[in-house]
């Protein structure tokens, strides 16, 4: 199997250290209804996992869910999400959390997202978040101002490398109000101090005061107490390259002088209708938002799955109903294959799964199932290998279907019209329709 690894910046085979491929997804922040573009990283990354699987390994997987810490701006100004959440909706932060936990993981079964074998929350690990800042500054790596503990990026000589940062070029302008007391712009918060009179309603005592953890340290610190590192994979956004990748990587080497991950995939970003995903342009439809306009969450998942995880994509209402009857047309394949018991191209699966082998080819494998036959069978393991329940969320092909057909096939020679309409309707409710062919009826879905 073939990776693009951003470390080296270059396609690789990927070899994992053992029989257990480890792997670390960045989750969510839980403060408010993911949106569609939000949602893109999982359905690439369970297509990872999928594939691993599908070439024999077993894989090992921890997914975050940010309840604590990431702050509105990616430098460490700004307002806890967590806190901003809870002042919009007038409900504590634990409630918040609780709240949009609920909802991601509704969304992730809608997907039909392959679960982690570890769902970790970071508020559960705070005692080990603490054990790290004190490695790291036993070793020399941090320094405390009076508004927090922070981590000295002059210290680690390779900070800049991951993401080919130009550190002569980041000015240290930006440095206001408390955060004036860092030492290089590039410096970030391991650990927040809350201030007299400052309203977090999530606190911990360190270090003598008020306090809770900055948002990239948990992260290194789930990933060393889960997995255990270096680990094989770890993905995230593309936009998580520059400041929150690169922060993990150097506090993982200050807390134990390993280098965190050996692959490292990122995803690209999408727009829609061309333009950046933003509340003030109104365009953050989440997986609601999608079902009001007839969509299903597997027409997204058949959408993304479309396109490279790498590219920069535009979503528009138009592609995503093209995926939708692209996937409607692969269920009635399903269909008239079983019908027909037709056999397929003989190297049909091997060649989808090459090519989502070769960096995760899913646009290129669907090319490949759009000009080739399929047989039964060959549909299931294409079904398994990309979660898009072409046969599970169907009345497929069950007894009590095929005796309306057979009955209304019955009544039709018997020249019972009314009949035979009446048990159309009845297939029409449950999703089926019948096509009257040369070799006879043959159902689809409608
Ligand atoms: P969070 O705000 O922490 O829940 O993280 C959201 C993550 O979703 C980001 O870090 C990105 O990796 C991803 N993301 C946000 N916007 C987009 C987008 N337009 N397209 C693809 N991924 C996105
Ligand atoms: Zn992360």
């Not at 005592?205 to 060393?224: K, V």
């Not at 061309?274 to 007839?294: M, V, W």
């Not at 009345?395 to 009590?400: K, L, V």
């Not at 039709?412 to 329709?433: P, V, W």
Request: aromatic letters at 12%; proline letters at 2%; one cysteine or more.
């Amino acid at each position: 199997m073939k990776i693009y690894n951003t470390l080296g910046r270059k396609l690789e085979e990927f070899k994992p250290q053992g029989e257990t491929v480890k792997l670390y997804t960045c989750g969510p922040t839980v403060y408010s209804v993911a949106h569609i573009g939000n949602m893109t990283s999982y359905i690439y990354w369970d297509l990872l996992v999928r594939a691993l699987k599908a070439n024999g390994y077993k894989v090992k997987r921890v997914l975050n869910l940010t309840d604590v810490g990431h702050l509105v701006s990616d430098g460490d100004e700004g307002e806890d999400k967590l806190e901003k959440g809870a002042r919009r909706e007038g409900k504590s932060v634990w409630e918040v959390a609780e709240f949009y936990i609920d909802l991601f993981k509704r969304d992730y079964a809608a997907l039909g997202l392959t679960e982690p074998e570890i769902w970790a929350r970071a508020t559960d690990y705070i005692e080990d978040e603490k054990r790290a800042v004190d490695l790291m500054t036993e070793h020399g790596f941090t320094y405390e101002t009076q508004d927090g503990v922070y981590f000295d990026t002059s210290k680690f000589d390779r900070y800049a490398d991951f993401a080919k940062l130009d550190l002569s070029g980041l000015k240290a302008g930006a440095r206001v109000g408390f955060s004036n007391e860092k030492r290089n712009a590039s410096d970030f918060a391991v650990w927040k101090f809350i201030q007299p009179g400052e309203k977090h309603a999530m606190r911990w005592d360190y270090l003598g005061r008020p306090g809770y953890p900055g948002w990239h340290l948990e992260c290194s610190t789930i990933i060393d107490k889960e997995l255990g590192a270096p680990i094989d994979i770890h993905t995230g956004g593309v936009d998580h390259i520059p400041v929150h990748h690169t922060n993990e990587i150097a506090q993982y080497y200050a807390m134990t002088g390993r280098d965190l991950a050996r692959y490292w995939l990122h995803c690209g970003f999408i727009t829609i209708d061309d333009e950046k995903i933003s509340k003030s342009l109104g365009n953050t439809y989440s997986l609601d938002d999608l079902a009001e306009r007839g969509f299903t969450a597997m027409d997204y998942k058949m959408w993304v799955l479309s396109g490279h995880y790498q590219g920069t994509r535009n979503f528009t209402f138009d592609s995503l109903g093209g995926a939708a009857v692209r996937r409607l047309n692969w269920r009635n394949q399903i269909a008239e294959c079983y019908q027909k018991r037709v056999t397929g191209d003989a190297d049909v699966c091997d060649r989808v799964l090459a090519a989502v082998s070769d960096n995760l080819n899913s646009a290129e494998a669907f090319a490949i199932i759009d000009s080739s036959v399929l047989s039964f069978e060959d549909w299931q393991k294409v079904d398994k290998l990309f979660g898009l329940h072409l046969m599970a969320d169907s009345p497929n092909i069950d007894d009590g279907i095929q005796a309306l057909i057979d009955e209304r096939q019955a009544a039709r020679e018997a020249k019972d019209y009314a009949k035979s309409d009446e048990i159309r309707d009845r297939l029409a409710e449950r999703g089926i329709t019948v096509k009257d062919t040369a070799d006879g009826p043959v159902w689809q879905y409608l």
